[in-house]
């Protein structure tokens, strides 16, 4: 399935037009069941949608180990993937609640995310480290990669990473979907992610720091600002963000002592 559709378009630069077709990265529904009951409708990029379902699961909780998961089916065609799991669906009530708040950013955020962030163990500070130059050179290498945004100029970037080079990368029109299908398969891989760090395009926000907290990853990377409910979280559950990762430019908000300087400081 094509992750773009061609679109006739007319393009003014200046008084000059040009009529041409431009590539529009495609936006397709895709709706999770587990157990055979119906959770949620996900708005992605319509490719790496078995680990864009377990990725999704895994971040809100319903999957926590391999043991957890049963079989993924997946009906590309038609943007249906089946989950059957060893746990129970969540009651939809609560759970809609919360979606819809990490979506669409209505309701009580903070209620849900500070609540549900309690669940979270800390993360260690000590044993992973990076230096500036290794998270300068990843931001590097996630844009090098993201020949989906290159094209159609509406596409998230996210990589899972060690210090030394990208592991995974992934493209999403929603950047929640590409954090989740970093998410995704490294449950579906057993990748350890202790000493690994999420690099991605977009905005660092509550709902994206607890991903990376549920996943135990000790570090964001981000090309974009994060928001201060992210940093309080952040800050709790010790994970490093740097943001505003631009050419030599990086901002360190939180745990920076994970980070080698060189005598910067």
Not at 55 to 68: A, K, Q, R
Not at 220 to 233: G, K, V, W
Request: aromatic content about 8%; hydrophobic content about 40%.
């Amino acid at each position: 399935m094509s992750l773009f559709s061609l679109v006739q378009t007319k393009k003014y630069c200046g008084e000059r037009l040009e009529i041409c077709r431009d590539e529009v990265v495609r936006e397709f529904p895709v709706t999770v069941f587990v157990n055979d009951e119906e959770l949620a409708t996900l708005v992605c990029t319509p490719d790496s949608l078995e680990e864009l379902a377990a990725g999704f699961l895994y971040g809100e909780g319903i999957l926590s180990g391999p043991g957890d998961l049963k079989n993924i089916k997946v009906n590309h065609q038609d943007g249906l993937v089946w989950v059957e799991t060893a746990t129970p669906v969540p009651a939809a009530g609560n759970f809609l609640k919360r979606y819809i708040t990490t979506c669409c950013g209505k309701g009580r955020a903070s209620f849900y995310f500070v609540n549900d962030a309690r669940g979270i163990k800390p993360l260690e500070t000590e044993g992973f480290k990076i230096t500036l130059e290794n998270i300068r050179s990843l931001m590097a290498a996630l844009e090098a990669r993201a020949g989906l945004f290159r094209s159609t100029g509406g596409a998230h970037g996210a990589a899972l990473c060690s210090p030394e080079g990208i592991i995974a990368f992934y493209e999403d029109v929603g950047r929640h979907n590409a954090v989740d299908k970093v998410a995704g398969h490294c449950f579906l891989k057993g990748i350890p992610l202790s000493d690994k760090a999420v690099a991605l395009t977009g905005r660092v926000s509550s709902e994206i720091l607890i991903k990376a907290a549920r996943m135990g990853v000790p570090m964001i990377i981000s090309r974009s600002a994060p928001t201060d409910l992210a940093l309080q979280l952040a800050g709790e559950l010790g994970v490093t963000v740097a943001g505003f990762v631009r050419g030599n430019r990086v901002n360190l908000y939180t745990h920076p002592e994970r980070v080698i300087t060189h005598g910067c400081d």
